[in-house]
Every structure is written in C-alpha cells, then in structure tokens.
C-alpha cells in the first residue's frame, strides 16, 4: 500500500504562487506515473497536470503555461509549481499514483491523497 500526502495549500491573491508538495510513502514513487486534479465545489474533477517516470510532462488546457509539474524520486515527492494564480484556481488539489499513465491522464489512479485546499482571492 502507498499512502499519498498533499500540502502547500493556501490563501493567496490573484497573480501569487504556490508550490504543492506531494509525498509517497510505503513504495518507491520511482514506479508510478504522478497526477495532480483540482476540484471545486459543484464541478466535475478536473485534470491538472501530470509527469511519467520518463519525465513527459502534460497539462490541463486551462493552465496555459502558468504551471509546471516536476519530481524528485529520491525524496518520494512531487510538485506542483503554480504561477500567476487566478480566482478561477481555486479548488481542491489532489495528487494520484499510477503505473499506467494513460490510464491516469483519464482520472484511473490506485492511489489518491486527501487534497490540500487552494484559495485565490481577487
């Protein structure tokens, strides 16, 4: 089993940044694919970003190159460098694992965290 662990959540302003964590534990992150998804309340999940163990990176259309998704294998972790934030990002955030990256591109994931709650203001 592999727990998953967000944080770096916030309150911010329109046009600050964040940076989102995302820790593995019990499984070496090194074999899965990572995933972030943001959901906010009454929409439907919505996909964020995502990097391979090959380190192809994708994003979601509405990031428009304000974001970059990035890992480091040795500390079990994730990123999620957010730039430029607008109201419109808030949301929660939510990292998943995966062996199989087209799979989790389409929101299939083993394993998911428990989000870490993002909040832009105007």
């Known amino acids: 089993q592999v727990d998953v662990m967000e944080s770096g959540g916030g309150l911010v302003q329109a046009g600050d940044s964040l940076r989102l964590s995302c820790v593995a534990s019990?499984?070496?992150?090194?074999?899965?694919?990572v995933a972030w998804f943001r959901q906010a309340p009454g929409k439907e999940r919505e996909f964020v970003a995502m990097?391979?163990?090959?380190?192809?990176?994708e994003y979601g259309e509405f990031v428009r190159g304000r974001f970059t998704i990035s890992r480091d294998n040795d500390k079990n972790t994730a990123f999620l460098q957010m730039n430029s934030l607008e109201p419109e990002d808030t949301a929660i955030y939510s990292c998943?694992?995966?062996?199989?990256?087209?799979?989790?591109?389409?929101?299939?994931?083993?394993?998911w965290g428990r989000g870490t709650q993002v909040t832009v203001s105007a």
């Open positions: 019990g499984r070496s992150l090194s074999r899965y694919a």
């Open positions: 990097i391979t163990m090959n380190l192809k990176a």
């Open positions: 998943a694992l995966e062996f199989n990256d087209y799979a989790l591109r389409k929101g299939g994931a083993t394993y």
